[in-house]
């Protein structure tokens, strides 16, 4: 079954010439039946001389027939075996997730809150890069690296999955976050590293400036796109109270004018999500902004396979020219 393996037909249209074969069969049994007709004899001893072997074999020429034309079709559409390989190349691209879990990040203008919408989108934005090695930072009043860069998405998934507010002390460590980012990202050889920093508040803890913390991004060619999470105006946040959990509506507080500095400074891009599909499509955005550069070099090999058919198909021809002239015509007499 090998040999049959990547087989290609390059003139496929002479598989239409098929149709011969059961016009052949059927002409081959209507002139069969047309020069057959009945005589009366008053026993069968006359036709006992007949060796067996002919009543037998009587149909061998049009078989022969059948599968000669079979195989010389087959040789006429030209099989071919098709050898093809191909050499890429791809300039990588390593990403650090660098993602707010504060405590106003369960606010819930996004749904079902901003943490959990920033991890669910995110996890989608990390399953639709395959080839990247990929990183998650988590920060708060202080910052720690939640998962190295790895191509092994599942963990990183998992482990994405699994952070909550609360994990560390409370606040928003902005300069913290991205300063733990860009550490992971030093050791990389990647042509392109990324940061994607997601917070909904400004700077208020921490001992790094986030304007100091992007410096350092810049001088080692990190680029870092920032996203404000967070309705405009209020939003509604939950309050765990004697009478069960209460909502209040507090000022929305992101510190749009740090975060567009940080972008400006790298060469990246600010964005703000105000809601899921926002989000979303901020993330869809930074995909086609930082895809791989891919390069393919295609080899293809063709080697003709009608010999074999064609050969068959002659022998075939001279088995039934030599059968019907050597013992074939000898069973007759």
């Given at each position: 079954?090998?040999?049959?393996?990547?087989?290609?037909?390059a003139?496929?249209?002479?598989?239409?010439?098929?149709?011969?074969?059961?016009?052949?069969?059927?002409w081959?049994?209507?002139?069969?039946?047309?020069?057959?007709?009945?005589?009366?004899?008053?026993a069968?001893?006359?036709?006992?001389?007949?060796k067996?072997?002919?009543l037998?074999?009587?149909?061998y020429?049009?078989?022969?027939?059948?599968?000669?034309?079979?195989?010389l079709i087959?040789?006429?559409a030209r099989?071919?075996?098709?050898?093809?390989?191909?050499?890429?190349?791809?300039?990588?691209?390593?990403?650090v997730?660098?993602?707010?879990i504060?405590?106003s990040?369960l606010?819930?203008?996004l749904?079902?809150?901003?943490?959990?919408?920033?991890?669910?989108?995110?996890i989608?934005?990390?399953?639709?890069?395959?080839?990247?090695?990929?990183?998650?930072?988590?920060?708060?009043?202080?910052?720690?690296?939640?998962?190295?860069?790895?191509?092994?998405?599942?963990?990183?998934?998992n482990l994405?999955?699994?952070?909550?507010n609360?994990?560390?002390?409370d606040g928003?460590?902005?300069?913290?976050?991205?300063?733990?980012?860009?550490?992971?990202?030093?050791?990389?050889?990647?042509?392109?590293?990324?940061?994607?920093?997601?917070?909904?508040?400004?700077n208020?803890s921490?001992s790094?400036?986030?304007?100091?913390?992007?410096e350092?991004?810049k001088q080692m060619n990190?680029?870092v796109y920032?996203?404000?999470?967070?309705?405009?105006?209020?939003?509604?946040?939950?309050v765990?109270?004697?009478?069960?959990?209460?909502y209040q509506?507090?000022p929305?507080?992101?510190?749009?004018?740090?975060?567009?500095n940080i972008?400006?400074?790298?060469?990246?891009?600010y964005?703000?999500?105000?809601?899921?599909?926002?989000?979303?499509?901020?993330y869809?955005q930074?995909?086609?902004?930082?895809k791989?550069?891919?390069?393919v070099?295609?080899?293809?090999?063709k080697?003709?396979?009608?010999?074999?058919?064609?050969?068959l198909?002659l022998?075939?021809?001279?088995?039934d020219?030599?059968?019907?002239?050597?013992?074939?015509?000898g069973?007759?007499?």
């Amino acid at each position: 079954m090998d040999w049959f393996r990547g087989i290609e037909f390059a003139n496929k249209g002479f598989f239409w010439l098929l149709l011969l074969i059961p016009v052949m069969v059927g002409w081959y049994i209507w002139r069969r039946e047309r020069l057959q007709g009945s005589l009366r004899m008053s026993a069968m001893s006359g036709f006992l001389k007949v060796k067996s072997s002919y009543l037998f074999l009587r149909h061998y020429s049009i078989v022969l027939k059948s599968f000669a034309l079979l195989a010389l079709i087959v040789a006429l559409a030209r099989p071919q075996s098709a050898l093809s390989w191909q050499d890429t190349t791809t300039e990588g691209i390593d990403i650090v997730i660098a993602t707010d879990i504060s405590g106003s990040m369960l606010a819930e203008d996004l749904k079902p809150n901003r943490l959990e919408a920033g991890k669910n989108i995110a996890i989608d934005f990390i399953k639709d890069r395959p080839d990247d090695r990929i990183g998650l930072v988590v920060f708060s009043g202080e910052s720690f690296t939640q998962c190295p860069l790895t191509i092994d998405h599942d963990v990183l998934i998992n482990l994405f999955k699994d952070i909550t507010n609360g994990m560390i002390e409370d606040g928003t460590a902005i300069g913290m976050g991205l300063a733990t980012a860009v550490n992971r990202l030093k050791d990389s050889e990647a042509k392109s590293k990324v940061i994607i920093l997601l917070t909904d508040g400004s700077n208020t803890s921490g001992s790094i400036p986030p304007a100091t913390a992007a410096e350092i991004a810049k001088q080692m060619n990190v680029r870092v796109y920032t996203v404000g999470v967070g309705t405009k105006g209020y939003a509604p946040y939950p309050v765990k109270t004697p009478f069960g959990v209460q909502y209040q509506q507090v000022p929305v507080t992101i510190d749009e004018a740090t975060l567009s500095n940080i972008a400006k400074i790298t060469g990246g891009q600010y964005f703000r999500a105000t809601n899921n599909e926002k989000l979303r499509q901020i993330y869809q955005q930074i995909d086609k902004l930082e895809k791989a550069k891919i390069a393919v070099t295609q080899y293809h090999k063709k080697t003709e396979r009608f010999l074999p058919f064609a050969v068959l198909a002659l022998v075939l021809l001279l088995l039934d020219f030599l059968l019907k002239n050597t013992w074939f015509k000898g069973a007759l007499t």
